[in-house]
């Protein structure tokens, strides 16, 4: 899945975040902690805790959106947190693959569904 076109930054927040947040929470730790403009066009990625949820977070042009994903296996792979509000940038590729539950530094599909349901 292409989320982001490839003119467009990805910051990843180091550590984890209270996945509670909704929009307006996301929108405060951007400007807060991370120190950017959230209605800059850039996409915003945060992880809770237990991994496997991800929320994305960007400014479309008319107003903020709010992109979720739960993982119903494994986990997202997240760069380890050197310091508070710090971020990690990535392509729009890697943006992909880290969506998709794919190890972005080292890609290889690890799961795949054997029966729906």
């Known amino acids: ?5 490839s003119g467009v930054k990805v910051h990843i927040a180091l ?4 996945m509670r947040k909704g929009i307006d929470g996301l929108a405060m730790l951007v400007q807060g902690v ?4 959230p209605f800059s066009g850039h ?6 805790r237990k991994a496997n949820l991800i929320k994305i977070l960007f ?7 709010l992109f979720t994903k739960r993982l119903e296996h494994g986990h997202f792979d ?4 050197g310091h508070a509000g710090g971020t990690v ?5 890697q943006l992909s693959m880290l969506i998709e539950g794919i190890d ?3 890609p290889e599909r690890r799961w795949k569904p054997a029966v729906a349901g």
């Open 89 to 93: 940038s990535l392509t729009s590729t």
């Open 59 to 65: 400014w479309d042009g008319t107003g903020l959106c």
């Open 1 to 5: 899945m292409m989320l982001a076109s």
């Open 104 to 106: 972005w530094r080292a």
């Open 43 to 48: 996409l915003f990625a945060f992880r809770g």
């Open 15 to 18: 550590g984890v975040t209270d």
């Open 78 to 81: 997240w760069p380890a947190a």
């Open 34 to 37: 991370l120190k950017q403009d």
